[in-house]
C-alpha cells in the first residue's frame, strides 16, 4: 500500500513538469503572435524578446490573458529612446487572436503596409489604436463594419484618400482620432451620429472646405482638435453646445474666417483655446475673462483688432497674440503674475516699456519668450540670465541696448534672435552651441567665433570680422 501511496506521490509531484508551461496558451494564440513576431525585422530595442515558442503567451511582455485567452496586445515605443522602435509588416495572423479585445501598437515608428484588414476577424476587438507609425493607402469604406468599436486611433500614420462616410456606423465610438495623416477631401456629416465620442481629432491632415455645423450632438466631447488642414468658412455655431465639458479646442493653422464668436466665454472647462494661424477679424470677445481655468491660448497670426480684454486667468502657461493689430502697450497684468507660464509670444503686439521695468512673478521656467517687433527699451540680461530652461529667445526689431558678453547662453538655449537692436561689445565663443542665431544689424565689434552660422546672422554690425565676414585685418 506503502509502494502506491509513494507512486502517486510521484506523479502528483511530477506532472506539472512532464506537461508544458504552454498548455496556459491556446495554440491558436501562441500561432498568431509568434507569426506577428516573424513579420517584424528589426527590433533592436528587444521587446519581443520573451516571446518564445513552447513558453507561456500570457507571460510573454505586453500580453494580457483572461481564461488563458489572450484579450490584449500592448506593445509601445519610447520616443525619446532612438532604437525603440519595430521594423515590418503586422501580421494578418493575428486575426487568429479571436478573443482580441484591445490592440495597442503605440510609438512603434516604422509599421508598414496597408489597412489592417485582420480587424474584420476580431469578433471581439473593441479598442484599436495604431498610432505614430507609417500604415499607409486608404482607409477602406468597410471600416463601417466594425461597429463594436468603442475607441479607434490611427494617429499620426500615412493614410491617404478620404475619411469614408461610412465611419458614421461606428456609434459606439468614444474616440475617434485620425490625426497626423494624409487624409483629405471634407468631414462627412454623418460623423454627427457618433454622440458618444468623448475625444475627436482630425488635425495634420490636407482636409478642407468647411467645418460641418453638428456639433450639436457630441454632449460629451472634451478633445476637439481640427488644427492644421486647410478648413474655410466661420467657426461653427453649433460648437457653443460642447461648452459644459470641453477641455481642448484648437482649430489653428486653418483659413477660418469671421469673428471670434462671443459664446466662447461659456467655456469654463477650456484648458487649451488655439485660433492662431487664420484669418479671423474684428476685436477679441470681453466674454474671453469667464475663461479662468484656461492655460494655453494662441490667437496670433490673424487680424485681429484693439481693444484685447482683461483676462481672469489664474495662471497662464503658454500665450501667443504675435501678429495681429494689436496695440497692447504693455505686457498683461494676468501674464506678469502667473507662478506657471513658459511660454510668452507677444510679436507686433504694439508693446512700449523699458524691459527692466518688466518683473514677472517667475521667470525660471520660461523656455520661449517672442518680444520682437515692438518697441522695447532696455536690456533683457536680468531677465534671461534668470532663466535656467530658456529654449528660445527673440527680440529683433527693437531697442535693446546692451553687452552681448553680459548674456549667459544657458545649455537649453537653442534660438537667439536680437537683430535690429543696439546690442554692442562682441560676440562670445558661447553662442556656437546654439541651432540658430542673428545679430545682424546692430553695434557688435570684433573677431567672430568659429561657427556655424551664415553671413546674414552677422551683417550690418559696426567692426565685426572674420569668418563668414571679411577677414580682420593685422594690427
Known amino acids: 500500500m506503502k509502494k502506491h501511496l509513494s507512486l502517486l506521490l510521484f506523479v502528483t509531484l511530477t506532472l506539472p513538469c512532464l506537461n508544458p508551461v504552454s498548455a496556459a496558451c491556446h495554440v491558436n494564440d501562441e500561432t498568431g503572435l509568434l507569426a506577428f513576431k516573424s513579420a517584424i525585422t528589426a527590433d533592436p530595442s528587444g521587446l519581443l524578446t520573451s516571446w518564445k515558442k513552447g513558453t507561456d503567451c500570457c507571460t510573454w511582455s505586453g500580453i494580457n490573458c483572461f481564461n488563458n485567452r489572450v484579450t490584449m496586445l500592448s506593445l509601445s515605443g519610447q520616443p525619446d529612446k532612438p532604437n525603440s522602435f519595430l521594423s515590418g509588416k503586422i501580421s494578418p495572423s493575428l486575426s487568429k487572436l479571436s478573443f482580441l479585445n484591445g490592440l495597442y501598437l503605440t510609438n512603434l515608428r516604422n509599421l508598414t503596409g496597408p489597412f489592417p484588414d485582420f ?84 488635425e495634420r491632415n ?34 457653443s453646445a460642447l461648452a459644459p465639458k470641453l477641455a481642448y479646442l484648437e482649430l489653428g493653422h486653418n483659413a477660418l474666417t469671421g469673428p471670434i464668436p462671443d459664446f466662447l466665454g461659456k467655456f469654463k472647462a477650456l484648458d ?12 477679441v470677445p470681453k466674454t474671453l475673462a469667464n475663461l479662468t481655468k ?71 521656467y520660461y523656455d520661449y519668450i517672442d518680444l520682437s517687433g515692438n518697441e522695447i527699451t532696455g536690456s533683457p540680461i ?38 535690429r537692436n543696439l546690442v554692442f561689445g562682441k560676440v562670445p565663443s558661447t553662442v556656437s552651441g546654439l541651432d540658430r542665431f542673428n545679430v545682424s544689424y546692430n553695434h557688435l565689434c570684433g573677431p567672430i567665433p568659429a561657427t556655424k552660422f551664415p553671413a546674414s546672422a552677422f551683417l550690418g554690425n559696426d567692426c565685426l570680422c572674420g569668418s563668414p565676414l571679411a577677414p580682420c585685418k593685422k594690427a
Not at 494617429?155 to 490625426?179: H, V
Not at 487649451?272 to 476685436?283: A, E, F, K, S
Not at 497662464?316 to 510668452?344: A, G
Open 119 to 202: 480587424l474584420f476577424r476580431l469578433p471581439n476587438i473593441k479598442y484599436v489604436y495604431i498610432e505614430y507609425s507609417k500604415l499607409s493607402g486608404r482607409i477602406p469604406d468597410t471600416i463601417g463594419n466594425l461597429t463594436q468599436l468603442e475607441a479607434l486611433s490611427f494617429y499620426y500614420n500615412s493614410f491617404t484618400g478620404p475619411i469614408p462616410t461610412t465611419i458614421s456606423r461606428l456609434t459606439q465610438l468614444t474616440q475617434l482620432k485620425l490625426g497626423g495623416n494624409l487624409l483629405t477631401g471634407s468631414i462627412p456629416y454623418g460623423i454627427k451620429n457618433l454622440k458618444n465620442l468623448t475625444y475627436l481629432t482630425f
Open 206 to 239: 490636407g482636409l478642407s472646405g468647411p467645418i460641418p455645423d453638428f456639433f450639436a450632438s457630441f454632449s460629451d466631447l472634451r478633445i476637439l482638435r481640427l488644427f492644421g488642414n486647410q478648413f474655410t468658412g466661420k467657426i461653427p455655431a453649433s460648437i
Open 272 to 283: 487649451t483655446l488655439d485660433l492662431g494661424h487664420n484669418r479671423l477679424t474684428g476685436t
Open 294 to 364: 484656461i492655460f494655453n491660448l494662441d490667437l496670433s497670426h490673424n487680424q485681429l483688432v484693439d481693444p484685447f480684454p482683461q483676462l481672469n486667468v489664474r495662471g497662464i502657461e503658454s500665450l501667443d497674440l504675435s501678429y495681429n493689430s494689436f496695440h497692447l502697450k504693455e505686457i498683461p497684468k494676468w501674464v506678469t503674475s502667473s507662478p506657471i507660464i513658459y511660454s510668452l509670444k507677444l510679436a507686433n503686439c504694439g508693446i512700449k516699456l523699458k524691459l527692466e521695468d518688466w518683473k514677472p512673478v517667475q521667470t525660471y
Open 382 to 419: 536680468g531677465l534671461l540670465n534668470k532663466t535656467d530652461f530658456l529654449v528660445g529667445f527673440w527680440a529683433s526689431g527693437n531697442k535693446l541696448k546692451f553687452n552681448l558678453e553680459s548674456l549667459r547662453i544657458v545649455q537649453t538655449l537653442k534660438h537667439l534672435d536680437l537683430s
